[in-house]
């Protein structure tokens, strides 16, 4: 079999064979086959598309690329939530110990940033000596432990996702339904879970901006999911303006943190409080999602959740102080505040414009070998809807290069829409497919 053949194929929109799929993944998996092609089909696959047979044996052989974890040691029903990415999405990190705190067991593996989104493992590692790499033995124990604990993706696992997930990243190739839906349902598929709840997003600072292409991926999602045996349920949120007011590795951690403690963001907390319903439900420890919800409030109120998060730090290695010293995590040297030029109300703030912002910070990563700065983002002030006056300030960007950031503030503030007219509210959850 001819790598330059298959490009050739699929550059003219014909359909790969799963042995050509399997040639394709294995051999660039082992290295076989280089950068330069491996890039040049990927791009053939996003103009071309692959049809729903193809997505699913795709999917397939990059599950069994690697291993495939067993969590069979682990008591409960195992719930796995993923994103599909978006600007200032932090849920992971208030979700996982709200679930864990209504005893549903939560052993996620999760990656780091892709394209202008955030990752979760950056996000955690901004928590001084809080390790994302982890024995199995140890990744188990902590989970029968404490109810959750978070790694990084291996180079065991989905192996072949590894180094696709960080090629797609500096080509271009991150926004295709079928290389997001094989890249995220390998993992989730090889990480053991027993359900799984997806949370797809639609809007400006998602990869599926319209939402009937985000129903698409969440279908196809599903789909997969259910044929493997798994619980399956996917909710399409509202990603048209950054979720939360933090943008950033540090930043995010903080308000993840002032969530769970009840005084989190509206829209960050209702969000949080419902995928963590469904993950309840889904973990059987509620009858139907909306008793989840219920247990989720409850979870969040008497003080469960945070002390499971406190659990979760302590057991990774994190220094648990960050909950009630946020002067522990790494600091900016530089800020620069955004203010506004008229008065009105905030019609629009785009996401995609803020996650590029904080990207260029240095919060986020450029090309696959780049290092994360921990300590910089931002922070809006304002909010779509919000009443605004000349001079008010906006966000604030914060990082360590003052190039970088001024760079980051004209990106930023270019995102901000004023307008004499109230905007009318976007639903937060868009649809349910289960």
Not at 230 to 237: F, N, S, V
Request: hydrophobic letters at 40%; charged letters at 25%; one cysteine or more.
């Amino acid at each position: 079999m001819n790598m330059i053949e298959i490009i050739l194929k699929k550059r003219e929109g014909s359909i790969l064979s799963k042995q050509e799929i399997d040639f394709f993944v294995n051999g660039y998996t082992k290295g076989e086959i280089p950068d330069y092609q491996a890039s040049a089909l990927l791009m053939a696959i996003f103009f071309q598309k692959l049809n729903k047979e193809e997505t699913f044996l795709l999917t397939d052989a990059m599950r069994h690329s690697g291993d495939v974890v067993d969590l069979s040691k682990i008591k409960g029903i195992k719930v796995d939530k993923h994103s599909t990415g978006g600007v200032g999405d932090k849920t992971t990190l208030i979700v996982g110990p709200i679930a864990a705190a209504c005893g549903v067991p939560i052993a996620k593996m999760s990656g780091r940033g892709l394209g202008f989104t955030g990752g979760t493992v950056d996000k955690m590692e901004s928590i001084p000596g809080f390790q994302t790499a982890l024995a199995e033995e140890d990744f188990l124990a902590l989970v029968n432990q404490n109810g959750l604990a978070v790694i990084g993706q291996t180079a065991h696992i989905a192996a072949a996702d590894k180094k696709i997930y960080a090629l797609r990243d500096v080509t271009g190739t991150v926004d295709n339904i079928s290389l997001i839906t094989s890249s995220i349902m390998s993992k989730k598929l090889a990480s053991g879970s027993d359900a799984i709840v997806l949370d797809v997003k639609c809007g400006s600072g998602a990869f599926m901006e319209e939402e009937k292409d985000a129903a698409i991926l969440a279908q196809m999602m599903v789909d997969i999911g259910k044929a493997d045996g798994k619980k399956t349920i996917a909710l399409i949120t509202d990603m048209s303006q950054p979720l939360g007011f933090a943008v950033g590795n540090s930043l995010e951690v903080i308000e993840a943190i002032e969530t769970l403690k009840g005084k989190g963001p509206e829209d960050i907390t209702e969000l949080s409080l419902v995928l963590a319903g469904y993950m309840i439900y889904a973990g059987e420890k509620a009858t139907c999602p909306e008793e989840g919800k219920e247990m989720a409030e409850k979870a969040l109120a008497d003080g469960s959740a945070l002390e499971k998060l406190r659990l979760f730090i302590e057991g990774q290695g994190g220094d648990v102080k960050v909950i009630d010293d946020y002067s522990v995590f790494p600091q900016a040297k530089n800020h620069l505040e955004l203010f506004a030029q008229t008065s009105g109300y905030i019609s629009k703030i785009e996401a995609r414009r803020i996650g590029v912002a904080s990207q260029h910070t240095g919060a986020g990563r450029e090309k696959k070998e780049d290092m994360v700065d921990l300590s910089a983002g931002i922070l809006l002030a304002k909010k779509l809807g919000d009443v605004v006056e000349k001079g008010s300030l906006l966000a604030t960007v914060f990082g360590n290069d003052p190039e970088k950031i001024k760079k980051a503030a004209e990106e930023a503030i270019a995102a901000f829409t004023i307008e004499q007219r109230k905007p009318e509210k976007e639903r937060l959850i868009h649809a349910i497919i289960s």
